[in-house]
Nanobody
């Protein structure tokens, strides 16, 4: 089994910061890309940021310059530093990993349960 567990969400005032974490655990052979998605009420889930195993990153235009994705390959953990938060950043943030389990030949798509980020004064 594989689990992705997010943490670090919460209520923050506009302009504030948070650091989200997502740790993958279980029978993992290797992890390719790790991503953060978010879904606001009444909206589709959208990709926020992604990082490859080699450290290449990509960001949604709406978060460039404010959010930073990073990962610790030794810990199978991905982080999202979110700064200068705006009310429109309010959403459930989901961790996603493209990984290969021990004993399997192919990579699969795995999701965490989500962590709520609310930006409000």
């Amino acid at each position: 089994q594989v689990q992705l567990v997010e943490s670090g969400g919460g209520l923050v005032q506009p302009g504030g910061s948070l650091r989200l974490s997502c740790a993958a655990s279980g029978s993992i052979f290797s992890i390719n890309a790790m991503c953060w998605y978010r879904q606001a009420p009444g909206k589709q889930r959208e990709l926020v940021a992604a990082i490859t195993s080699g450290g290449s990153t990509t960001y949604a235009d709406s978060v460039k310059g404010r959010f930073t994705i990073s990962r610790d390959n030794a810990k199978n953990t991905v982080y999202l530093q979110v700064n200068s938060l705006k009310p429109e950043d309010t959403a459930v943030y989901y961790c996603n990993a493209i990984l290969r389990r021990i004993g399997e030949r192919y990579y699969g798509d795995y999701w965490g349960q989500g962590t709520q980020v609310t930006v409000s004064s």
